[in-house]
């Protein structure tokens, strides 16, 4: 009975995880679609995270019926830097790059979005490079494949593979996103930037206002109301900004609600039961699913360098997130604050990837850093 009630727990726990990367997929597809078809982008932040605010509100004002008394202008003032870096200019640079490149390869570089803060976290200190031990080497040997695998995804091209359409359709169908490749990148490189500075800001603000249900719900009200000033000031033309029964409407949705809502619920439950590592785990199997889904549904061609960068990120996002995983036990283990730390994560890095507001589990670990270093 005991193995069954463990199998139990495990397929849940799996099951959602994979949910996680399904809900993820499916927003990038749809984003793509709907932004080559002309959709303003902020517009597309606004109403998402609108309608993500209303599907978080529920648990904010059930499980963390407090939070509203906590609040004071500095955390007024971290709630808006959370949203301003991680959701107004992160996400919306992500969505530039998105509507110039494809799904797969925006994905690819989302993935680099640990990589980016862990090395932002070693200039400023906030990590220390442990090359003595071999986990530390690990997670080091997987940064680098990480890095060159976006290289070869951004620098090589190589062949071309089509599947589901025939190459004359797909050419076609390219032809007519008039994508920008150097303008996409350099939008995707400055949407990894903000998201590492989001993850840092997340630390502080996790520390003085630990409410999840609120902090996120929070946040997304006050990017909505961000991402409509900006977008005003950009177009204020009542056709950029009206809503339709269209596909425009269902990604929006979509995006709110299950990319956004249902994913950060998915990532806290799962979190709770596994650990902080345990969801980033998962992150990878975006870039397989974004990938064949793409080239099946849109007829975009797989070039062999986004093959050969997808197959670097992949190994070295597993290493790093495998070294980081073990480091970070053995720190917690060695400080003896496994019980109280778990309590305190937060839900996820996806992320990292799944461009979901969540909080970084990394304040723990620099914590018991510090207590190292005393």
Known sequence: MKIVKEWFKWSQTVLS?????????????????????????????????????????????????????????????WLFLNALVGITMAMGLFYYGLRDTSATYSVNFLSLVPIFTYIISIVCRMERLRFQTWTSKVKTMGAVLCVGGALTTSLYKGKEFYIGQSSHQTHSTVEASKTNMLRGTLFLLGSCLSYTAWFIVQVKLLEIFPFKYWGTMLTCIIASIQATIVGICLDGRKVTWSLKWNLQLVTIIYSGALATAATFCLIYWAIAIKGPTYPTMFNPLALLFVAISEALLLGEPISLGILLGMFLILIGLCSFLWGKGKETQCMLQASGEVSTTMAAESAGVHSTATVVPSFSPRHAVLRVEKNDRN
């Open 17 to 77: 995880m994979l949910l996680v990367q399904v809900f993820a997929t499916g927003m990038q597809i749809l984003s793509r679609v709907i932004l080559v078809e002309g959709t303003f982008i902020f517009a597309l932040i606004a109403y998402r995270h609108a309608v993500a605010a209303i599907c978080v509100a529920p648990f904010a004002f059930y499980f963390e019926r407090d939070g509203a008394k906590k609040l004071r202008w500095s955390i007024w003032f």
